[in-house]
Nanobody, 119 residues
Framework: QVQLVESGGGLVQAGDSLRLSCAFS????????MGWFRQAPGKEREFVAQ????????TYADSVKGRFTISRDNAKNTVYLHMNSLNPEDTAVYYC????????????WGRGTQVTVSS
């Protein structure tokens, strides 16, 4: 059974940094991709970043490129999202997601963690 549990959200001010964590189980590091998505109030869920396999390949949404970094600790089965230079437009519920590398659909989701950035 696959489980994803996010943590690290909170209320910060514009310009601050925050690190989100996602502890996962039931997925093999070498065969899975892990990602972060977010959903702001009244908006659809959107892709933020992903990291594939042994952490050698990452992709980012244009809106976070250069500010956010995704990483993973394979020994701890944990994925991180390091967020710098946060602005109010980053306010959203952030979800951790997982999928098998050879499958395009994100089949596994956490419950989300709220990030609120005040101006």
């Amino acid at each position: 059974q696959v489980q994803l549990v996010e943590s690290g959200g909170g209320l910060v001010q514009a310009g601050d940094s925050l690190r989100l964590s996602c502890a996962f189980s039931g997925l093999t590091v070498s065969s899975a991709a892990m990602g972060w998505f977010r959903q702001a109030p009244g908006k659809e869920r959107e892709f933020v970043a992903q990291i594939i396999g042994g952490a050698t390949f990452t992709t980012y949404a244009d809106s976070v490129k250069g500010r956010f970094t995704i990483s993973r600790d394979n020994a701890k089965n944990t994925v991180y999202l390091h967020m710098n230079s946060l602005n109010p437009e980053d306010t959203a519920v952030y979800y951790c997601a997982g999928r098998l590398k050879l499958v395009s659909s994100w089949n596994y989701w956490g419950r989300g963690t709220q990030v609120t950035v005040s101006s």
